[in-house]
């Protein structure tokens, strides 16, 4: 594969999680959507950027994607134990 093939493959991944993204209702699913987005930002690093400092960058990606994961997952809890609901059109204000 090259350079272009890869980079495709990143945008459809991308353009796919995005719009799965803006259409599904559960947070658990925009969750999951959101780091398919984050994978294919990591794809296109990698195909696109110089060799080495690509892979520092993908590296750390993912352990971002990583803790975005566990604090997202925790924020979802939350909020379905203050909401009784995981669908985020049911959640209709935030109170402090």
């Given at each position: 594969?090259?350079?272009?093939?890869?980079?495709?493959?990143?945008?459809?991944?991308?353009?796919?999680?995005?719009?799965?993204?803006?259409?599904?209702?559960?947070?658990?699913?925009?969750?999951?959507?959101?780091?398919?987005?984050?994978?294919?930002?990591?794809?296109?690093?990698?195909?696109?950027?110089?060799?080495?400092?690509?892979?520092?960058?993908?590296?750390?990606?993912?352990?971002?994607?990583?803790a975005e994961?566990?604090?997202?997952?925790?924020?979802?809890?939350?909020l379905a134990?203050?909401?009784?609901?995981?669908?985020?059109?049911?959640?209709?204000?935030?109170?402090?």
């Open positions: 594969m090259n350079k272009f093939h890869l980079a495709a493959l990143a945008f459809a991944l991308f353009a796919t999680a995005a719009a799965g993204f803006l259409t599904c209702g559960g947070l658990v699913r925009m969750l999951m959507f959101l780091e398919l987005m984050l994978n294919a930002a990591n794809v296109a690093f990698v195909a696109l950027g110089p060799a080495e400092p690509s892979r520092a960058y993908a590296a750390l990606l993912l352990a971002v994607a990583a994961a566990g604090v997202g997952l925790a924020l979802i809890l939350a134990q203050v909401f009784k609901t995981a669908e985020a059109a049911n959640i209709k204000e935030l109170k402090g």
